[in-house]
C-alpha cells in the first residue's frame, strides 16, 4: 500500500508531513511534499485526509479484474467525500457525513 503525491497541486503546508506516522513525508527544496520511501508506506491514509488540496491519492491496488484505481478525500464541512477513480471505469464517490460516522 502507497500514496501518490501530486507535486504540481502540493501548495507546501506541510500537514501531511506532520500528520504522517512513520515520517515518511518529507519536503523538497521548493517545499514540496514527496514520499521518501513508498514501499515502507503503511497506507493509514492520515496524510490523505489532512491534505486540503487533493494533492494526495490512494493506490487502491489491484481490485477484481486487476486495473486498480486511486482514491482522494475531500471534506465539505460535515460531508466527507471518497473518490475513487478506477482506470478504464467511472469515478465512484461515497458521502459519509462526520458527524454520525462512529454512530454504529
Not at 500514496?3 to 502540493?10: A, G, N, P, T, V
Not at 523538497?28 to 491534505?51: I, M, Q, R, V
Amino acid at each position: 500500500m502507497s500514496i501518490l503525491i501530486e507535486s504540481e497541486r502540493c501548495v507546501g503546508c506541510g500537514s501531511c508531513v506532520e500528520a504522517c506516522p512513520g515520517n515518511l513525508i518529507k519536503r523538497d527544496a521548493d517545499g514540496k511534499a514527496f514520499l521518501k520511501a513508498p514501499d515502507e508506506c503503511w497506507g493509514c491514509a492520515s496524510c490523505l485526509k489532512e491534505c486540503r488540496f487533493q494533492a494526495i491519492s490512494y493506490y487502491l491496488g489491484a481490485d477484481i479484474g486487476g486495473r486498480g484505481g486511486l482514491m482522494k478525500y475531500e471534506r465539505d464541512g460535515d460531508l466527507a467525500r471518497w473518490i475513487i477513480r478506477r482506470a478504464g471505469r467511472e469515478t465512484v464517490t461515497i458521502t459519509v457525513d462526520r458527524r454520525s460516522s462512529n454512530k454504529y
